[in-house]
């Protein structure tokens, strides 16, 4: 999903909080000005949903949480919040927080045209700070096509492009799985328009 400013004055995390819960759609927190998160694609719905599935059972018997879109995540050590498509949290400080996670070690977008460039780029800049993160998983909803960004053990980021045919792997929960298994009913003759996205 994308995000389409919608409050021109600054706002602070406490009043952010306390105006949300008023509003009638989602809304990211970017250095105290406020995004609105649009609906996406059927396809994007179903993306997210099939992979967020897939994790949730694989972690079913584990202590890790699998969140979808409605939970934030705050960017580590500022004030700022995104909703991601799917997030995973193995981390015991993450419990003990209701509005939001701090430490994810998973963090998934579904990409589309208006989303993709802030995705790889801005966004990511910003989830990277967090130490916890190891999987950084961008999910095409135009074809199969999954590019993951792994931290390695030097700490640096290195990037995996996953396509037909491929096993993916996330390391930071100890899954393999067909990339298939992501796509599966999925109809890529599926057409939409989509309103373009403010760089941030």
């Not at 694609?41 to 949903?49: D, E, K, P, Q, Y």
């Not at 694989?58 to 979808?68: G, I």
């Not at 045209?113 to 190891?134: C, H, I, M, W």
């Not at 995996?160 to 993916?168: K, L, Q, S």
Request: aromatic share 12%.
């Amino acid at each position: 999903m994308f995000a389409v400013s919608s409050q021109p004055i600054k706002l602070t995390p406490t009043e952010y909080f306390a105006w949300e819960e008023q509003q009638l759609c989602r809304h990211e927190y970017i250095n105290g000005e406020v995004y609105a998160m649009s609906g996406g694609t059927r396809n994007h719905s179903r993306i997210a949903l099939k992979f967020g599935a897939l994790l949730d059972n694989h972690l079913s018997d584990r202590s890790c949480e699998v969140f979808n879109s409605d939970c934030r995540v705050k960017i580590f050590e500022t004030d700022d919040y995104t909703y991601p498509d799917v997030s995973v949290s193995c981390d015991r400080r993450d419990k003990t927080t209701t509005q939001y996670i701090t430490y994810p070690c998973l963090i998934a977008e579904v990409l589309s045209d208006s989303t993709e460039a802030y995705d790889r780029g801005n966004k990511f800049v910003r989830y990277r700070q967090n130490p916890q993160l190891q999987d950084y998983v961008l999910v095409s909803s135009q074809e199969i096509a999954i590019d993951l960004y792994r931290k390695n053990e030097n700490g640096r980021w290195e990037i995996i492009n996953y396509r037909a045919g491929d096993i993916v792997e996330l390391q930071s929960v100890n899954l393999s799985f067909p990339i298939e298994q992501v796509y599966r009913g999925i109809d890529f003759s599926e057409v939409s328009v989509e309103p373009t996205t403010p760089e941030q």
